[in-house]
């Protein structure tokens, strides 16, 4: 059974930095696309970044460029999502979900149950 | 960044009812479209993508068409289970957009 587990989420304050991780099972976690996804209390869903099953390839929303790092270990299993100078408006639940193929360009099939990141002081 | 509209916002419907939901984007994609539903508390679940395909063990009642930039989402008949809120997604580029939501309410 394909599962995605994610991991990491909390309190944390404003201009602090938290890491997320995603456990993959299930599938040949290399041959796949990865991504994260969040959601603000009420929101909708919002895009953050995604990584090629290579990892040589990483994409960023503009919300996050320049402060979140999404990155991947096959050898693991396992995607991760480094957040920096985190804001209020970081405040969601994180997804990390697969894509429906090695390139980043595809939709995404199979979600994690979320973890929940909360940035106040 | 390409934009995605859904309409309604929100829908009352019986079951039994067949409903159809739109999706709009402000350019272009092809027919590089995703339809997902969630429930409350849970993760999004696939339901449609390129379009019109049905993803594996998605009841047939489901139902996409549309390409280029006006896209719908169709429940043929509605059951207990389908009230949710449903997002269209494009995937025509690297950085993704989700439309607003529809939420599916009981009428």
């Known amino acids: 059974e394909v599962q995605l587990l994610e991991s990491g989420g909390g309190l944390v304050q404003p201009g602090g930095s938290l890491r997320l991780s995603c456990a993959a099972s299930?599938?040949?976690?290399?041959?796949?696309?990865m991504h994260w996804v969040r959601q603000a209390p009420g929101k909708g869903l919002e895009w953050v970044s995604g990584?090629?099953?290579?990892?040589?390839?990483?994409y960023y929303a503009d919300s996050v460029k320049g402060r979140f790092t999404i990155s991947r270990d096959n050898s693991k299993n396992t995607l991760y999502l480094q957040m920096n100078s985190l804001r209020a408006e970081d405040t969601a639940v994180y997804y990390c979900?697969?894509?429906?193929?090695?390139?980043?360009?595809?939709?995404?099939?199979?979600w994690g149950q979320g973890t929940m990141v909360i940035v106040s002081s | 960044d390409i934009q995605m509209t859904q309409s309604p916002s929100t829908l009352s419907a019986s079951v039994g009812d067949r409903v159809t939901i739109t999706c709009r984007a402000s350019?272009?994609?092809?027919?590089?479209l995703a339809w997902y539903q969630q429930k409350p508390g849970t993760a999004p679940k696939l339901l449609i993508y390129?379009?019109?395909s049905l993803e594996s063990g998605v009841p047939s009642r489901f139902s996409g068409s549309g390409s280029g930039t006006e896209f719908t989402l169709t429940i043929s008949s509605l059951q207990p289970d389908d009230f949710a809120t449903y997002y269209c997604?494009?995937?025509?580029?690297?950085?993704?957009?989700f439309g607003q939501g529809t939420k599916v309410e009981i009428k």
């Open positions: 979900a697969k894509g429906k193929g090695e390139d980043p360009k595809t939709t995404l099939d199979i």
């Open positions: 299930g599938f040949t976690f290399s041959s796949y696309a």
């Open positions: 990584i090629s099953g290579s990892g040589g390839s990483t």
């Open positions: 350019q272009s994609i092809n027919s590089w």
């Open positions: 390129k379009a019109s």
């Open positions: 997604q494009q995937y025509n580029t690297y950085s993704k957009t």
